[in-house]
């Protein structure tokens, strides 16, 4: 059983370009939260994905959004992108059988702005 | 929001001794607090949690305690090993599908 799978693996942009990150969750796993982690920095939250509609957000702007599809795939996009944006970026997953509380890690996507 | 402060930022021990980090919180309505290891270039992973009416759990070297009027929490590792070395966050969320807030972190390194 496959864990939490991310893609690409590292990235390279310049700014001003747009990306879009890719994450498949867990099996049985129904909701998916992006997190972005600055070197050296814990991950911050960024949103939250479930049901394919965006359930809560964190403090990032708009130049963030994300979608969800019905086999609970979820893709991160970042428009404009900044030099700040350079970071690795983490999908996680939790269960749909419980009461939410456990996340799994994938193993991130490296972006670098330039 | 929720703010979450780590203490200390770096941590050295010899093999064998014990390592002790410690967290804060500010949102009181928070529930949940897991602890995660990051080893370098990977992922999180969860390595112990607590519930809020829980004040302490174990699981062979690692314990974590939990003060819920203080709003403190710590994560204890004994006997520690080389393996141990990592960078260690704590985190705290106020319940099941809400969003967790990571503290900065702790580089513990356990020198042979």
């Known amino acids: 059983d496959a864990g939490v799978t991310q893609s690409p693996t590292h990235l390279i942009k310049t700014r001003g370009q747009q990306v879009t990150l890719r994450c498949s969750p867990k099996s049985g796993h129904d909701t998916v939260s992006w997190y972005q982690q600055a070197l050296g920095q814990g991950p911050q939250f960024i949103f939250q994905?479930?049901?394919?509609?965006?359930?809560q957000r964190g403090n990032f702007p708009d130049r963030f959004s994300g979608h969800q599809f019905p086999n609970y795939s979820s893709e991160l996009n970042v428009n404009a992108l900044l030099l700040g944006d350079s970071a690795l970026y983490l999908c996680?997953?939790?269960?749909?059988?419980?009461?939410?509380?456990?996340?799994?890690f994938g193993p991130g996507t490296r972006l670098t702005v330039t | 929001g929720e703010n979450v402060e780590q203490h200390p930022s770096t941590l050295s021990v010899q093999e064998g001794d014990s390592a002790v980090i410690k967290c804060t919180y500010s949102d009181s309505a928070s529930n949940y607090f897991p602890w995660y290891k990051q080893e370098l270039g990977k992922r999180p992973q969860l390595i112990i949690d607590i519930r809020s009416n829980v004040g302490e759990k174990k699981d062979q070297r690692i314990a974590v305690t939990l003060n819920k009027t203080a709003k403190h929490f710590s994560l204890h590792i004994t006997e520690t090993q080389p393996e141990d070395s990592a960078v260690y966050f704590c985190?705290?969320?106020?319940?099941?599908?809400?969003?967790?807030?990571f503290g900065t972190g702790t580089k513990l390194q356990v020198i042979p």
């Open positions: 996680a997953s939790s269960p749909e059988v419980g009461d939410g509380y456990e996340q799994y």
């Open positions: 994905y479930y049901e394919e509609e965006e359930r």
């Open positions: 985190a705290a969320s106020s319940g099941g599908y809400q969003k967790v807030t």
